[in-house]
């Protein structure tokens, strides 16, 4: 079984940083797609960016592109996402997910996913 585990997040000021962390076990399929989603309050739930296990293919939403970074380290079985000039938009619960495919990662259907760590823009 596969297990996430966030960390990272909390308050930052508009323009600022942020690094979120996803430990992860368990992920051995090399057809599995690993990502990170979101849901603000009020919102849906948005697919932010996404990654192939074998890392040739990535995903970002529009909303993020040029901001957020996807990465992973696989020595550390861990997966990142690096948030630049945030905006009070980006307020949210974050999440890193699994899902069998790219298809059903950007589709919201995910296999497994962690508990989340809430992020906030606020000046």
């Not at 600022?16 to 992860?24: E, F, M, N, P, Q």
């Not at 945030?86 to 495919?101: G, M, N, Q, V, W």
Request: proline content about 2%; charged content about 20%.
């Amino acid at each position: 079984q596969v297990q996430l585990v966030e960390s990272g997040g909390g308050l930052v000021q508009p323009g600022g940083s942020r690094r979120l962390s996803c430990a992860v076990s368990g992920f051995t399929s090399d057809y599995y797609v690993i990502g990170w989603f979101r849901q603000g309050p009020g919102k849906e739930r948005e697919i932010v960016a996404a990654m192939s296990y074998e890392g040739q293919y990535t995903y970002y939403a529009d909303s993020v592109k040029g901001r957020f970074t996807i990465s992973r380290d696989n020595a550390k079985n861990a997966v990142y996402l690096q948030m630049n000039s945030l905006k009070p938009e980006d307020t949210a619960i974050y999440y890193c997910a699994t899902s069998f495919r790219m298809a059903s990662m950007m589709n919201g259907e995910y296999d497994y996913w962690g508990h989340g760590t809430q992020v906030t823009v606020s000046s």
